[in-house]
């Protein structure tokens, strides 16, 4: 059985930055693909970032490019999000999330992913 834990999510005004931290129980394969998603009130989960495999290439949203940053320490089982330059809009329940899936776009996608954290809360204010 596989857990994931986030944590980190705080509140911040706009401008500011904060780091999730997701750390995996169970049997986490270093191909797994490891991936971070938001979901804000009354809207549809979207992903914002995602990594490949052994720390290998991320990809990212559209609107989080340049502000947030995904890595992973395969030895502590743990997938990070820095996000930075915060904004109203990045207000949202986050989630991690892992799968072996190797596709760009599924890996992006909810139906792309097989374990799920509970999720840890992000406000940012202005």
């Known amino acids: 059985q596989v857990q994931l834990v986030e944590s980190g999510g705080d509140s911040v005004q706009a401008g500011g930055s904060l780091r999730l931290s997701c750390t995996a129980s169970?049997?986490?394969?270093?191909?797994?693909?490891l991936g971070w998603f938001r979901q804000a009130p009354g809207k549809e989960r979207e992903g914002v970032a995602a990594i490949f495999s052994a720390g290998g290439s991320t990809v990212y949203a559209d609107s989080v490019k340049g502000r947030f940053t995904i890595s992973r320490d395969n030895a502590k089982n743990t997938v990070y999000l820095q996000m930075n330059s915060l904004k109203p809009e990045d207000t949202a329940m986050y989630y991690c999330?892992?799968?072996?899936?190797?596709?760009?776009?599924?890996?992006?996608?909810?139906?792309?992913?097989?374990?799920w954290g509970q999720g840890t809360q992000v406000t940012v204010s202005s």
């Open positions: 169970g049997y986490i394969s270093i191909t797994s693909t």
């Open positions: 999330a892992a799968a072996q899936v190797y596709s760009s776009r599924l890996a992006m996608e909810v139906r792309g992913y097989k374990y």
